[in-house]
């Protein structure tokens, strides 16, 4: 009985005054940005720097955090520095977080690649498609 009155319930929200006074922009696929909207998606030919820039500054941003908590990490074992000394703590702190932020950082690059690829791929096939649609429902 009560699953019968949920959707009644929904209906009476759909019609309420607030739901009329929603835009289009206002709805909740548009409110996420995402990478679709980009003229990227949506323009000609692309360069391939337009396209992969982002992902190659997040990995070039990776690997040099990556290769700072190396460095510090590193520091923190060679140096001759007393044991309770905070200089040690701090670099034996601060080295595994720089280490695992710029792994997180490289990873996400790498992996943002071949996402970006396969969009590449749909977008050509869409286009394709579309075109094929098009020139059997013009005849």
Same mark, same amino acid.
């Given at each position: #009985?009560a699953?019968?009155?949920l959707?009644?319930?929904?209906?009476?929200?759909?019609k309420? %005054?607030?739901?009329?006074? *929603?835009? %289009?922009s206002q /709805?909740?696929? @548009?409110?996420c940005?995402?990478? !679709?909207s980009? @003229?990227v998606?949506?323009a000609? @030919?692309?360069?391939n720097w337009? $396209?992969? !820039?982002? %992902?190659?500054?997040?990995?070039? /941003?990776?690997?040099?955090?990556?290769?700072?908590?190396? #460095?510090? /990490?590193?520091?923190?074992? /060679?140096?001759d520095?007393h044991?309770?000394?905070?200089? &040690?703590?701090?670099?034996?702190?601060?080295g595994p977080?720089? *280490? @695992?932020?710029? *792994?997180?950082?490289? #990873?996400?690059? *790498?992996?943002?690649? %071949? $996402?970006?690829k396969?969009? +590449?791929?749909q977008r050509?096939?869409? #286009?394709?498609?579309q075109?094929?649609?098009?020139? &059997? +429902?013009n !005849?």
């Open positions: #009985v699953m019968e009155t959707p009644s319930a929904l209906n009476a929200d759909e309420s %005054p607030e739901s009329k006074d *929603l835009l %289009p /709805t909740a696929s @548009s409110l940005i995402s990478s !679709r980009e @003229s998606w949506t000609g @030919s692309k360069n337009e $396209i992969f !820039r982002k %992902p190659i500054i997040i990995m070039s /941003t990776g690997g040099a955090i990556f290769l700072f908590g190396v #460095v510090i /990490t590193c520091l923190s074992y /060679t140096l520095l044991i309770n000394s905070s200089v &040690f703590v701090g670099y034996q702190m601060s977080a720089f *280490l @695992s932020l710029g *792994l997180m950082l490289l #990873v996400c690059g *790498l992996v943002w690649v %071949p $996402i970006i396969k969009k +590449l791929k050509q096939k869409s #286009v394709f498609f075109s094929l649609k098009s020139f &059997f +429902l !005849r």
